[in-house]
């Protein structure tokens, strides 16, 4: 069956993209990231016959386990499951997931002089499988809750590029910054304005909503991230929304989630996303303070929590909630949820931010 963006089914649950709007809802949504992974036992039965990046680049397998989740919990929202490093793949890099390491490039970035293998033209259309992915699985949720689209943020895939993977210093590229600023500046715009074409193929493909992950802001002192990495988070929601204004399409509510930023919590909320995404190290209502009241907040428990004892869970859970309060809040965890943490644990979670106001 050939799945088209059009006609997509009704939404039947649109608590999330109301709480991104700052509109009243009928309960807190709550959705995970990494919802749709390693900790469930469907997915890796789906990765026991197949690589990482086949599941990403095949639309049936990628909506699979997208929808693996739903099948066992109360979820408010579905992220389309990829990776953001499909953008440095599209450029012209290999990246392999490699067990127990994690994603591995084989020849990352040397130096500036190596900037001419990326080859930005065309990026997009090498990415069109993540658009069939978000098409069918539009129609394959029939409604039942909002999809979320994603990409990793400049400075973010800029690291991973450079360092040939995780790193736990980014002193590679942070070399690059000190050392070659002007080349950086010319990589960070240019991972920008293919970010920027890749968002604007997600929702014409049907995405509802769209997270941008800056997961490395962590390495960035405050002044390094207000001025190195803000700039291209900014130019893309401000070009993403000329573009999409442009063509008459309806603009979708934005998240930024930089990890490791919380002390830049008030000059995000400058930047015009709708959504701003919490780790765990802050607390609710100090984030509040800074964030202020016309922007919505996502988060922020410890995934490490998910490893309490579920009548623990379930206190830590409920009182996240009562912190945030149930205007502009999407819950969430503080990052992704870890690969060995036990499903009932998600079900406790998820169950209590939706009760945790009945009281």
Excluded at 1 to 18: Q, S, V
Excluded at 215 to 234: G, N, R, W
Excluded at 277 to 287: C, K, N, R, T, V
Aim: glycine residues 6%; aromatic residues 8%; charged residues 25%.
């Amino acid at each position: 069956m050939e799945f088209k963006p059009k006609d997509f089914p009704a939404l039947k649950n649109d608590n999330l993209l109301r709480a991104a709007r700052g509109e009243a809802v009928d309960r807190i949504p709550v959705w995970v990231m990494r919802q749709a992974g390693r900790y469930l036992p469907e997915f890796q039965e789906v990765r026991a016959k197949h690589d990482f990046f086949t599941v990403c680049r095949t639309p049936e397998l990628a909506c699979e386990v997208t929808m693996q989740p739903l099948r066992r919990f109360d979820l408010d929202a579905s992220i389309i499951f990829s990776d953001i490093l499909v953008i440095p793949q599209a450029l012209g890099l290999v990246v392999e997931m490699q067990k127990g390491v994690g994603p591995v490039f084989p020849e990352p970035l040397n130096g500036p002089e190596e900037l001419n293998r990326l080859n930005p033209e065309g990026a997009v259309d090498r990415l069109k499988y993540v658009g069939d992915a978000i098409t069918m699985m539009r129609h394959l949720l029939d409604g039942k809750v909002p999809l979320i689209g994603f990409t990793g943020a400049p400075w973010t895939l800029m690291g991973y590029m450079i360092e040939g993977g995780g790193s736990k210093t980014m002193s590679k590229a942070k070399s690059w910054l000190a050392d070659h600023l002007d080349k950086s500046k010319f990589l960070l715009s240019l991972l920008t304005n293919v970010t920027v074409d890749y968002l604007e193929m997600q929702v014409k493909a049907g995405a509802q909503m769209l997270q941008v992950f800056e997961s490395s802001a962590e390495h960035l002192s405050k002044k390094q991230f207000v001025e190195i990495a803000m700039p291209y988070l900014k130019d893309i929601r401000v070009k993403l929304h000329e573009k999409l204004n442009k063509q008459g399409i309806e603009i979708v509510p934005m998240v930024i989630f930089a990890k490791g930023a919380m002390h830049s919590l008030a000059e995000m909320s400058d930047l015009g996303y709708d959504v701003i995404g919490l780790d765990w190290s802050i607390d609710p209502e100090d984030a509040r303070k800074q964030v202020g009241p016309n922007v919505t907040i996502q988060g922020n428990l410890d995934p490490q929590d998910m490893y309490k004892s579920q009548e623990e869970l379930k206190e830590l859970t409920s009182k996240m909630v009562k912190k945030f309060g149930k205007h502009r809040y999407i819950a969430n965890l503080g990052h992704g949820i870890t690969p060995l943490t036990p499903i009932e644990s998600m079900t406790t979670f998820v169950n209590t931010v939706h009760t945790a106001l009945d009281d």
